[in-house]
Nanobody
Framework: VQLQASGGGLAQSGGSLRLSCLGL????????IGWFRQAPGKEREGVSC????????YYADSVKGRFSISRDSAKNTVSLQMDNLKPEDTAVYYC????????????????????????WGQGTLVTVSS
């Protein structure tokens, strides 16, 4: 099981980037996916998470209305569309996966930034200039 995060880069304030999390050797459809980020000198924080189609995705307050998470089953990816980027969005972004059976929909929805994940991607750097 391996996750590959990509799509990071340099963007100007107000710009957009689209991150992708690719599952290598397994289907992401069997997993709940979270996106996290870690800025220099700061602790890792949750950004967004997606579960089954029956459950609405969850967003941190700091990105709500600007970021959107989505699945593409055909490409076996989970993407994070980031619009109206701000300098404070600068961080290394990681995707993480946990098997559906490990948590119920309700528990995961309430705790997706706190639960244990089975696998983590290597991270992709996002830099937003002012």
């Amino acid at each position: 099981v391996q996750l590959q995060a990509s799509g990071g880069g340099l963007a100007q304030s107000g710009g957009s980037l689209r991150l992708s999390c690719l599952g290598l050797g397994f289907s992401l459809n069997d997993y709940r996916i979270g996106w996290f980020r870690q800025a220099p000198g700061k602790e890792r924080e949750g950004v967004s998470c997606t579960s089954s189609s029956a459950v609405s995705p969850y967003y941190a307050d700091s990105v709500k209305g600007r970021f959107s998470i989505s699945r593409d089953s055909a490409k076996n990816t989970v993407s994070l569309q980031m619009d109206n980027l701000k300098p404070e969005d600068t961080a290394v972004y990681y995707c993480a996966a946990v098997r559906f059976r490990r948590y119920s929909d309700s528990y995961y929805s309430r705790n997706c930034f706190k639960v244990g994940y089975d696998d983590w991607g290597q991270g992709t750097l996002v830099t937003v200039s002012s």
